[in-house]
DNA sequence: GGGGTTGTTGGACATCTGCGCAATAGCCTC
DNA sequence: GAGGCTATTGCGCAGATGTCCAACAACCCC
């Protein structure tokens, strides 16, 4: 209905497609399902978009990119590189959140079968084990912890945190929670050569910025006015 | 065309079904891909399955149970809780075949929406689960190993295992595959207090069960009568 | 061999899929 | 206000989807 430019209509669309992402899943999200969320016509999205893999791969990359920058930001207002990974416990949002960690469940399943939704995964996959692995390397050098190889130490402590979060998130009850990101934190001290504690999440004496709870970046899903209609849609 | 009991009829849509979610993956498995597959009639899937969901989960259920009855009965062929842990990961079979673990990553992914299909994989994971926990136990009551929680090391270590498989299947090339299954080896070792290599595969002890490969298992999908078929229809 | 049981067929049903295209309607410039 | 640019429509296309059901055919028992 209304006009709009451009870059302010494919904007829209990837909004309204997250949305429908979130719903029902990226293997089910159709062309129409988007078009009427946003009440306009379908052909509308293939002006923009050449194919259903490229819609899917642009609005995976906003939800997922969006949490990489508020994590990384969160990091950046840290000194010192366990200062760095202690805000980075405290802030993952996959496993905390289920609307953005099932929505890399289906990510990862369907990678296979649409390559630029797999190439879009993949780089933000690698981009957060980077943000890790250069925060670890730095705390290397800076003494305060010792790792031979930070870059696989990077890949086994995300590796596990995706893990157990999976396991969290479809398997609901299988795992503890709590126990996705206690025990995420105990092996990232090991392997790091921390004393026991140090990661937890508590002792946040970074800069004053306002984090009341653990979990500080977009808290519902995209589009979604208050949590209780996301309740109604996705029934625990 | 052949007539068939129902125990027999049942089973060879089952075993078809495998063979379509392998290919096809499970969210694009249809009845008439199924059917088509057996060279029999739609309308027979549905004579001996009241839904989808219900021949999705049986489908995944027997690849998945027969990987873990014969890692399981592997391991039975050892005597030391160490020994059943080396045997564990030499016949690991989801981090080393593809079209297992990508079984995997579908069900996770579809758990959320297909309610039969969930139970079937997290009672499956918690096998496996379980299958480690006990293990480890053993290994502590006769002190080869120690370990204060037996049941959350097995889920760490399955979980670091998954985290890994995970990117080496949905992400080609992200990490090395001969690191999935060595790194999670080393992460055991550290957690159960075994010195590095302890649970190194190429040292085999165990009884003289023919395991030319690490893969011992049905190392090819169910059906596909060679290899090279595989790579047409999933090329890497 | 006849009759009943039951595995199997093949298509009907309504709905959905990604995609493309002519026609339309809104906005900006001159 | 006229003209043109373009965002948007609305439907068509060819095919796929899960589910259901009356008809058919193969088998076994009597």
């Not at 946040?204 to 899903?221: I, K, V």
């Amino acid at each position: 209905m209304a006009r709009m430019g451009p870059d302010e209509r494919r904007n829209a669309i990837v909004g309204a497609a997250l949305e429908v992402m979130v719903e029902r899943g990226i293997a089910a999200t159709t062309v129409r399902h988007v078009a009427d969320r946003m009440g306009t016509s379908s052909g509308l999205i293939h002006h923009y978009f050449a194919s259903m893999d490229e819609l899917l791969a642009d609005a995976f990359e906003r939800a997922a990119s969006q949490d990489l920058n508020v994590t990384r930001e969160a990091m950046s207002r840290n000194h010192t590189a366990v200062d760095k990974l202690r805000t980075f416990f405290a802030t993952y949002a996959r496993a905390e959140q289920d609307w953005a960690f099932q929505l890399w469940l289906d990510a990862w399943a369907e990678a296979s079968r649409r390559p630029q939704l797999r190439a879009t995964s993949q780089r933000l996959n690698i981009a957060w084990q980077r943000l890790l692995a250069e925060t670890i390397s730095a705390g290397v050098v800076s003494g305060q912890m010792s790792c031979a190889d930070p870059d696989a130490a990077a890949w086994r402590i995300l590796s596990l945190l995706d893990g157990l979060a999976l396991q969290a998130v479809a398997h609901r009850g299988s795992i503890d929670r709590s126990a996705v990101v206690t025990w995420s934190v105990r092996h990232a001290e090991t392997e790091l050569g921390l004393a026991d504690g140090t990661l937890d999440g508590s002792k946040s004496d970074a800069a004053g910025h306002p984090l009341g709870s653990p979990c500080n970046r977009s808290s519902r899903p995209p589009g979604t006015p208050a949590p209780p209609s996301r309740a109604h849609r996705l029934p625990s």
